[in-house]
């Protein structure tokens, strides 16, 4: 499976982004959870958001919990992730994942594959 981030770029503190990860055509993922992660420049990678094989479920690290969202179309074989509220500390470079099972979980050992990331940068 190969997974293709994009949607980054340079926003202001307040503003909005949505970045896009689309599986490559033919690889659902439609029996797995989706996860996306970040890191930031001197550290390591860190969750940021998962959802599972249905859609229905969803978790969130702390600090992102109520500014991003994460949804999922499988008919487009893609996942989303909604960023609000940015501010300076979110930015990173953002990677998706296809998670081993239907749910993923935090830990990024859960997850298989692994898209380029795409880099998000905040401006305060």
């Known amino acids: 499976v190969q997974l293709q981030a994009s949607g980054g770029g340079l926003v202001q503190a307040g503003g909005s982004l949505r970045l896009s990860c689309a599986a490559s055509?033919?690889?659902?993922?439609?029996?797995?959870?989706m996860g996306w992660f970040r890191q930031a420049p001197g550290k390591g990678r860190e969750f940021v958001a998962t959802?599972?094989?249905?859609?229905?479920?969803?978790n969130y690290a702390d600090s992102v919990k109520g500014r991003f969202t994460i949804s999922r179309d499988d008919a487009k074989n893609t996942v989303y992730l909604q960023m609000n509220s940015l501010k300076s500390e979110d930015t990173a470079i953002y990677y998706c994942?296809?998670?081993?099972?239907?749910?993923?979980?935090?830990?990024?050992?859960?997850?298989?594959?692994w898209g380029q990331g795409t880099q998000v940068t905040v401006s305060s």
């Open positions: 055509p033919g690889r659902t993922s439609s029996n797995n959870a």
């Open positions: 959802i599972n094989w249905r859609g229905d479920a969803t």
């Open positions: 994942a296809q998670a081993l099972s239907a749910y993923g979980g935090s830990a990024s050992d859960r997850y298989r594959y």
